[in-house]
């Protein structure tokens, strides 16, 4: 029968879930005492009976509301508690939520008939997310001061371990858990940005940031036509082993053909490394060419792309390739972590086109 009577008056705290049995009606000891010290409110003396109904009272107060029934109390302190922890997560697309929440506390008076929530929520949930954003605050830090010149598999390995959680697909669904998320993830992409893609990709960096709009925009589309994007393709042996496919192919017995004459949907370029690998996914070529007297060509061309993430990667896809392994996990973490994004619409799909021009280009051969 004690056993009983103890799982009866058994109560979870609103703030962190976990179960207490004394007579403080929303708030465990501990989680008490920590609010106490987050709201910067003084302890109550210590005769001072039910000190959660004291912390109430001073909510209360503090936001010059007197002679509130205890129930609006109540409602009035998880509110104002959820406010507290949305405003110190500090991100620009809660700012809807937080005004939504502050008008819910503004209608609270003694007058008021009825509590009215704008937006539920639940105190733990919130709790949660700020201990998930603090995490993702501390790993941003490292992330910030990693040398990726000496990175090695193990760094790699633990960085997809620990930052993997901000890419939890579930979180989508709750509103709140929505910009929370959200919100840590463009962060995310944003430093990556400015990492250059974490090592000297600039094109890739180029490509990610056009994609980073902000909520209900949609990126405008992207022509590039540069010297270092014309260094890149130079220096592909993908795409140099592509050109000299087909010029064999549809410019040996002709000085000059434009390769739309015999593939209409352009040729498939599938890139194995380098800035090229994280920027074109499913990349299609078109060119021109003309035969100069000494053998060489003159290309002029585009690569076309839709820069987005639709297909998850297997790391087991490159296993045996021991050389390129760190390669390998940036980009598949990278392209997993922005098929997840895609879905909460952090990175937003729009058309790449990278032109270029290239006089006298002479066929590169390669030792294997």
Not at 2 to 29: A, H, Q, S, T, V
Not at 32 to 40: F, G, S, V, W
Not at 321 to 336: A, F, G, Q, R, Y
Request: aromatic content about 14%.
């Amino acid at each position: 029968m004690e056993n009983n009577d103890n799982n009866i008056n058994e109560k979870r705290c609103l703030l962190c879930n976990k179960p207490y049995n004394y007579k403080y009606k929303m708030f465990g000891r501990g989680c008490l005492d920590n609010l106490y010290r987050l709201l910067e409110l003084s302890k109550p003396p210590k005769f001072i009976w039910n000190k959660e109904t004291y912390l109430c009272t001073q909510i209360a107060w503090r936001n010059h509301k007197f002679f509130l029934s205890k129930n609006k109390k109540y409602s009035l302190a998880q509110k104002y508690i959820a406010l507290n922890y949305l405003n110190r997560m500090n991100y620009e697309f809660l700012d809807d939520i937080k005004e939504k929440i502050t008008k819910d506390i503004n209608n609270i008076s003694v007058f008021s008939r009825n509590i009215v929530s704008t937006i539920s929520f639940e105190l733990n949930d919130i709790y949660k997310l700020f201990n998930y954003t603090q995490k993702f605050n501390e790993l941003v830090k490292e992330l910030q001061s990693i040398d990726w010149e000496d990175i090695d598999e193990k760094i790699a390995k633990n960085f997809i371990k620990n930052m993997s959680f901000i890419f939890d697909i579930t979180k989508k669904i709750d509103l709140i858990s929505y910009a929370v998320f959200y919100s840590m993830q463009y962060t995310f992409w944003q430093v990556v940005v400015i990492g250059g893609m974490l090592k000297d990709k600039k094109l890739s960096a180029r490509l990610l940031s056009n994609s980073l709009s902000l909520l209900g925009k949609k990126p405008e589309d992207l022509t590039i036509q540069d010297k270092v994007t014309d260094e890149l393709l130079m220096k592909s042996r993908v795409f140099n082993d592509k050109l000299k496919e087909l010029i064999e192919k549809y410019g040996k017995e002709t000085d000059m053909f434009d390769l739309k004459d015999y593939e209409k949907d352009g040729v498939l370029l599938k890139f194995e490394g380098g800035d090229l690998l994280y920027s074109l996914h499913k990349a299609t070529l078109f060119f021109k060419a003309i035969k100069n007297e000494d053998n060489t060509w003159n290309l002029e061309g585009e690569i076309n792309d839709t820069y987005d993430f639709t297909e998850f990667k297997d790391l087991k896809e490159y296993a045996d390739n021991k050389e390129s392994v760190l390669t390998d996990i940036l980009s598949t973490l990278l392209n997993n972590f922005g098929v997840i994004s895609s879905e909460y619409g952090v990175i937003k799909p729009y058309d790449v086109k990278i032109k270029f021009k290239f006089s006298n280009y002479k066929i590169k051969l390669y030792e294997e």
